[in-house]
């Protein structure tokens, strides 16, 4: 067993899910064994990933693994950003204001709305003819 300290979190949005792991490190992000760079190829989504570290000040103090899986890349990369910042507070609970306050703690509880029966999909209807 190794003496490293763990701090894990799950987060969530839309159909995406992600366990994050962060550890004592240098600052590296790992996502489904690929690097950040690697797995979120758009830069907004890189962007989107990192916010908390840069927000608290902790981007070169801690390493994070994370498993994704579900959704879209942009979705994942939503739920990666909820779970570094659960996980961020149990590692340091005095962030917890600066990281509510941005909204990052916040789970985002919009989700696709299914297909109704009789028509084309969730609210698109099928054509209606006259003659």
């Known amino acids: ?39 979120f190829l758009r830069e907004t989504d890189r962007i989107m990933v990192i916010q908390p570290l840069v927000i608290t000040n902790t981007a070169a103090k801690y390493d994070v693994t994370a498993n994704l899986k579900g959704g879209g890349l942009t979705g994942q990369a939503g739920a990666l950003r909820h779970g570094i910042s659960r996980a961020l507070i149990s590692a340091e609970p005095e962030l917890k204001d600066s990281l509510r306050k941005q909204g990052f703690l916040t789970r985002d509880p919009r989700m696709k709305e299914r297909k109704k029966y009789g028509q084309k999909g969730a609210r698109k209807r099928f054509q209606w003819t006259k003659r």
């Open 1 to 39: 067993m190794s003496d490293t300290v763990t701090y894990n979190a799950l987060g969530r949005r839309k159909e995406a899910t992600a366990r994050v792991t962060i550890t004592p490190g240098k600052g590296g992000i790992v996502c489904n064994k690929l690097p950040l760079e690697k797995y």
